[in-house]
């Protein structure tokens, strides 16, 4: 129910057009403290038209709308300048409670994308480097927001850019030639290629033609050369191997894995459109675009010995993606350290005319720190992605060793918590804001936690199976005072999913599903729900909107809820 809409159309009625519906739904506010209303409308701005003091106003106000108490609403209070609303609590848990019945995991759906297609670039690790940190953001914030946006009548693409391509490779073909061997690569691809590309580094300093050695063989692998290519697709079919046990993990599947080197043949149009439109220019040997107009620098389209750019096969990718897919939003989850980046590429497409230009979206985020320092893979050591995920389902499997021995399907839900643990401690905060990375933090089971949401409803489900709930035809009577807590929170996810979409915000919806946790389990202590009266069956069925929410929210941030842990 709009309960916000409903008090609007009561209030324009009695203004007499002095603001309309949509204006006073943008000024109605909610209370801080619940015992103040439910809502509160602000009559400041209807002093300076009505030329009363706003408590005067106030005052009448909300005497003339106690006439228009209709089910909904129990009462309105003036307080200093604002008319406070408290809604009639058995109607709204009545009304509520029956809504979450129905709709189920679809409460809170939303139609803004009419089914139109949203593209969504995350994750996109680097072939032959360990997956790091950065990439862990991108991969979880994207997905949620892949989630979050078919909630909302999207459909989405999500789509895996590897760093499949540049001048490292021939780097590493280099070094692997010199000093590496197929057993070796096969038994750890990922640091095995990691210290060749590091050794080739250090021997490049005193043997400088190495570097020279490097480049003949990207240049040979960008002519297709046979041997080239095979080491290529080698390195990459092995760095892939290990990149899809931590998807695996996680519970994450992409669409396509169209990485740089997929763009490799279809650069030369881009490049060829920019120059017709006269939009390329020389730069000491080098083609780029101007961008002084967006007050950017400009962008390096072609370097002087006619290599492409990571930024020309973005342009590429753009293209393509709109061609293939007809987008009408493009996001790309990447770090804020590429800020710049997309700012020309959007531009460069602008100054392309291209109209769906203005749906390419950067949503960047902050850093991983350890320590208050950037995590990052230190000389010699590797921190691996996987290892940290193993990690935290290890620490997961032994608290349930701990505290819950005779689970059933113990692997699989330290899977669940160990994954959704480091998930969760990911977007809880806004994704500009750096995060402390610490495994204990992440898994305790009290205080702001993945372990705690799932706990919550894991009790809420163990609720359900002791009081046998059986989901009826629905008929709630309740007093819902004591409820009206959980209730207020249950009837805010709607609007927790628009805020969610509307500012690409994850965390929207891991601090809402805490909020709701606190509210249950605050109930939970105060309550005994399972008590044999007359309103039993209704607060089961309040138990069980709390859980459809629970595991609707938990599924948005992609974490599982088990039914027990
Ligand atoms: N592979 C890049 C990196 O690790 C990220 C790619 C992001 N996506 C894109 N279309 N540029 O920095």
């Not at 005052?59 to 909904?72: E, P």
């Not at 490292?168 to 290629?193: D, M, N, R, S």
């Not at 740089?260 to 459109?273: G, I, L, Q, S």
């Amino acid at each position: 129910m709009e309960y916000v809409k409903l008090y609007s159309e009561l209030l324009a009625a009695e203004i007499g057009g002095l603001l309309t519906c949509n204006e006073i739904e943008r000024l109605i506010e909610k209370p801080k403290f619940l015992h103040q209303g439910d809502m509160a409308f602000p009559c400041f701005q209807l002093a300076k038209t009505m030329r009363k003091p706003p408590a005067a106003i106030a005052k009448d106000l909300s005497s003339r709308l106690q006439h228009q108490t209709n089910g909904s609403f129990n009462r309105f209070e003036a307080v200093g300048g604002y008319i406070n609303a408290f809604l009639n609590k058995a109607n709204v848990a009545k009304e509520l409670l029956n809504e979450i019945r129905q709709k189920k995991n679809h409460y809170g759906d939303l139609d803004l994308g009419e089914s139109q297609t949203l593209t969504i670039d995350l994750s996109s690790p680097n072939i032959a480097k360990p997956f790091s940190m950065g990439h862990l953001r991108s991969t979880v914030i994207g997905n949620s927001l892949s989630l979050i946006y078919e909630k909302c009548g999207y459909r989405t693409v999500k789509i895996n850019h590897l760093g499949d391509w540049g001048t490292q490779f021939g780097k590493l073909i280099t070094a692997y030639k010199l000093w590496g061997t197929e057993e070796k690569v096969k038994a750890e691809p990922i640091q095995e290629l990691l210290a060749l590309y590091i050794k080739f580094h250090e021997a490049a300093e005193s043997q400088p033609q190495l570097e020279q050695e490097g480049r003949d063989w990207f240049r040979r692998l960008e002519n297709g050369n046979a041997e080239a290519l095979e080491l290529w697709k080698w390195f990459k079919d092995e760095s892939l191997k290990e990149f899809k046990k931590i998807y695996d993990l996680m519970g994450i599947e992409f669409d396509s894995y169209a990485g740089e080197a997929f763009y490799n043949d279809k650069m030369e149009p881009t490049v060829e459109m920019l120059h017709e439109k006269g939009l390329l220019e020389d730069s000491d040997g080098a083609q780029v675009v101007n961008l002084d107009e967006y007050e950017l620098p400009p962008c390096l389209i072609k370097k002087s010995d006619g290599a492409t750019l990571y930024a020309t096969r973005d342009l590429a990718a753009a293209r393509y993606r709109f061609e293939e897919y007809s987008f009408v939003k493009s996001l790309y989850v990447v770090g804020n350290e590429q800020s710049l980046h997309f700012k020309q590429i959007k531009s460069v497409l602008a100054k392309m005319d291209f109209p769906w230009a203005d749906g390419i979206i950067h949503v960047p985020f902050g850093m991983m720190l350890k320590d208050g320092k950037k995590m990052s893979t230190r000389k010699g050591k590797v921190v691996l992605l996987e290892n940290v995920l193993q990690d935290s389902i290890q620490l997961a499997e032994k608290n349930i060793e701990d505290k819950n021995p005779s689970l059933a399907n113990k692997t699989d839900i330290a899977v669940m918590v160990g994954t959704g643990a480091v998930v969760f401690h990911d977007l809880k905060n806004f994704r500009m804001n750096d995060i402390e990375f610490s495994l204990e933090d992440m898994l305790k089971v009290e205080g702001e936690t993945g372990p705690y949401v799932q706990y919550t409803n894991a009790r809420a489900q163990s609720l359900l199976r002791k009081g046998a709930f059986e989901a009826g035809s629905g008929e709630v009577n309740l007093a819902a005072d004591r409820e009206w807590a959980v209730l207020t929170e249950l009837q805010a996810f709607p609007d927790t999913i628009k805020r969610a979409v509307e500012k690409n915000d994850p965390s929207q919806i891991a601090k809402y599903v805490l909020n709701l946790s606190q509210a249950f389990n605050k109930y939970y202590g105060e309550v005994k729900i399972l008590e044999d009266d007359a309103e039993k069956n209704d607060r089961l069925q309040l138990v069980h909107s709390v859980s459809i929410v629970l595991e609707e929210g938990l599924r948005l941030l992609g974490i599982k809820a088990p039914k027990e842990m």
